[in-house]
């Protein structure tokens, strides 16, 4: 008897266990099988369950990237507004002490620098353009829009991932207590049957059987990643 590898999916594990489950039903050993549909479906549903915290993390992520881009995209219409003002527009006030180090100091912040870039530029806004200018206003209100929907998306994404980690414990924790029901299972044939005869209720990994035990070597071996 030899389990799939440890790196295999747990579907792979699931496809193993539940033929497993089967020979020894059909075997009449009912209660082996009735404790190993129990671990193969805790282990199915663990699984899938970790394979579903990913899907809030791809939509955090995308929420605050989207969020990203509209700031930046918020800077950079700001400078290009201000830089057309008049032809020395860019070397003197208020383009200069807005946009001191450049506009990519604000869209190529670190993404740990996008709240205190971001602020700092509206506070320059605010400082250096009058209550009035059309640039102060939109600016200041995209900006205020986008840093919230970022910070939003950031707090989403850590519970998110935390979430993540948790799902991933819980499918170690399964497929720990799954390995371990199948070698109890394995135990309790060969005290049954015998050693030889024991290994015939488990499919063979990483190889293939001569003949008509092909088949069920073939499903354990190339199990696609999701069952």
């Known amino acids: ?23 020894v039903r ?29 899907g809030p993390v791809q939509d955090a992520l995308a929420d605050r990237d989207a969020a990203d881009d509209d700031l930046d995209a918020a800077a950079q219409q700001a400078r290009a507004n201000m830089a057309g003002r008049s032809v020395d527009a860019v070397r003197t ?11 990519s100091y604000y869209t190529a912040a670190p993404l740990e620098q996008q709240v205190p870039r971001y602020t700092e530029l509206k506070k320059r806004l605010v400082e250096y353009l009058p209550a009035k200018d059309p640039v102060r206003i939109s600016t200041v209100k995209d900006i205020d829009t986008g840093l919230k929907a970022f910070q939003d998306a950031a707090k989403a994404l850590s519970d998110a991932r935390t979430d993540e980690s948790l799902a991933y414990t819980r499918l170690v924790t399964a497929t720990e207590a799954w390995e371990r029901q199948i070698e109890k299972t394995y135990g309790a044939l060969v005290a049954e049957f015998g050693r030889a005869r024991a290994n015939g209720f488990f499919p063979r ?14 499903d354990v071996a190339g199990a696609p990643a999701n069952a």
Do not use: W
Request: with cysteine; net charge positive; hydrophobic share 35%.
């Open 26 to 54: 059909r075997a009449r050993l009912e209660s082996l099988a009735v404790d190993l549909d129990k671990a193969n479906k805790e282990l199915l549903s663990t699984g899938r369950a970790c394979d579903d915290a990913g």
């Open 205 to 218: 990994v990483g190889g293939k059987k001569a003949g008509k035990k092909q088949d069920a070597s073939a």
């Open 93 to 103: 006030e208020p383009y200069l002490p807005i946009f001191h180090e450049g506009i």
């Open 1 to 23: 008897m030899r389990l799939p590898p440890a790196t295999a999916p747990y579907s792979s594990r699931v496809r193993y266990g539940r033929y497993v489950a089967r020979r």
